[in-house]
């Protein structure tokens, strides 16, 4: 009943902590050694792909034989016999060396041992003041459900910095498409915007070819009475319009394909 309770409290930890089971941390996962499987409480993931494990297993009969001792001496003992099986719950921790199964992914070489009450570590460090530094000493981190609190909450954190980054990088990617394509679209305007005058061009000179070569002679059947059906020749004028330019953006001739920018942007091809 003690393992589950403190399984559940460190689970209700984790999870006020803003992390998400299956997904921030895992429970009873399979660790390969080379003493063979062992089966840490908790695998909690950290930004970067690499991870620590928690374990809740601690013993409180001493602990709570002492909140029912009959006397004062009573009361010592039980809390003196407390204060060692927490320490040799932190040698036996250390010697499973969980650091090592995720040094490969760059993990912190320590395993978090969770005490689930704060009154049952603060009795142990009364009774030997060393136990957090020879804990720290065997790589063995003694958390609370503060501490752990606040351990975890900055991993937490961590995840939600490495999202912000992931969508910075990615509204980075899709400016830098949108960008390109604009210039895509710039160059295709341009190439439009040529064919516009060359046409434009085209058609004035038809037009002034017209009517100084066809045009003159047509009228003359008016002015000879020439029986002809009664419908008058339209009046073909040029077209004066500028086509107008694009103001930001310049233009580079560079083979067949013009380069673009747009501002003080740097080059970009328009093929």
């Known amino acids: 009943m003690q393992g589950r309770w ?3 409290t460190l689970r209700n930890v984790l999870e006020a902590a803003g992390l998400t089971n299956h997904f921030d941390f895992r429970e009873q ?6 003493e063979g499987r062992r089966r840490p409480d908790v695998k909690v993931r950290m930004p970067g792909g690499a991870a620590f494990a928690i374990d809740a297993k601690c013993s409180l009969n001493a602990f709570l034989e002492a909140q029912d001792a009959p006397d004062e001496a009573a009361r010592e003992a039980a809390l003196a016999r407390h204060a060692q099986s927490l320490k040799a719950h932190i040698t036996n921790l250390s010697g499973k060396a969980y650091w090592d199964q995720f040094k490969a992914e760059g993990s912190p070489d320590f395993v978090a041992m969770f005490v689930p009450l704060e009154g049952c570590l603060a009795a142990a460090l009364e009774r030997t003041p060393d136990l957090m530094t020879e804990a720290m000493d065997k790589r063995v981190l ?3 459900p503060t501490t752990l609190f606040a351990l975890c909450k900055a991993v937490a954190y961590g995840w939600r910095v490495e999202d912000q980054a992931k969508g910075a990088a990615r509204i980075a990617e899709l400016g830098r498409e949108l960008y390109k394509r ?3 679209m710039g160059g295709h305007a341009f190439r439009l ?10 058609y004035n000179e038809f037009v ?3 009517e100084s070569q066809v045009m003159t002679q047509a009228r003359r ?3 000879l009475s020439v029986d002809h059906e009664a419908r008058e020749i339209a009046v073909l004028t040029p077209v004066e319009t500028a086509l107008r330019p694009l103001a930001k953006l ?5 083979g067949d394909s013009p380069i673009l920018t747009v501002g003080n942007r740097a080059p970009t091809s328009a093929g």
């Open 182 to 184: 604009i210039a895509v």
């Open 193 to 202: 915007g040529q064919s516009l005058d060359v046409s434009v061009k085209r």
């Open 142 to 144: 003694l958390v609370t």
């Open 6 to 8: 403190g399984e559940q």
């Open 29 to 34: 996962p399979s660790v390969d050694t080379d």
């Open 250 to 254: 310049t233009v580079l001739d560079s």
């Open 208 to 210: 002034g070819s017209l």
């Open 221 to 223: 059947f008016e002015e």
